[in-house]
């Protein structure tokens, strides 16, 4: 059975950085299209990181470039999201999603919260 748990949410002051990771059960993620999205307070949820099957490329969103790092962690069938210089307008509850031709698979969500 297909399981995402994501985990590294938390509270951390603008400027900050944060890691979130996203463990996976029940199949293997190198063969599928491993994304971080994100829901803000009133927003639809949004896409913030997608890196395709087998780390062959990977889109950011405009408003995380350089700012954001997805990885893969094969060893522990993970995938992690290292945000750097968190501005309040990051705060929202982050999604790990799997993706492969029909199939879909989501986390349960972590929170994230940018405030001083």
């Known amino acids: 059975q297909a399981r995402l748990v994501e985990s590294g949410g938390g509270l951390v002051q603008p400027g900050g950085s944060l890691r979130l990771s996203c463990v996976v059960s029940?199949?293997?993620?190198?063969?599928?299209?491993m994304s971080w999205y994100r829901q803000r307070p009133g927003k639809e949820r949004e896409l913030v990181v997608e890196?395709?099957?087998?780390?062959?490329?990977?889109e950011y969103a405009e408003s995380v470039k350089g700012r954001f790092i997805i990885f893969r962690d094969d060893e522990k069938n993970a995938v992690n999201l290292e945000m750097n210089m968190l501005e309040p307008e990051d705060t929202a509850v982050y999604y790990c999603?799997?993706?492969?031709?029909?199939?879909?698979?989501w986390g349960q969500g972590t929170q994230v919260t940018v405030s001083s």
């Open positions: 029940g199949f293997d993620i190198s063969r599928y299209a």
């Open positions: 890196n395709s099957a087998f780390g062959w490329r990977t």
């Open positions: 999603n799997a993706n492969r031709r029909s199939e879909s698979y």
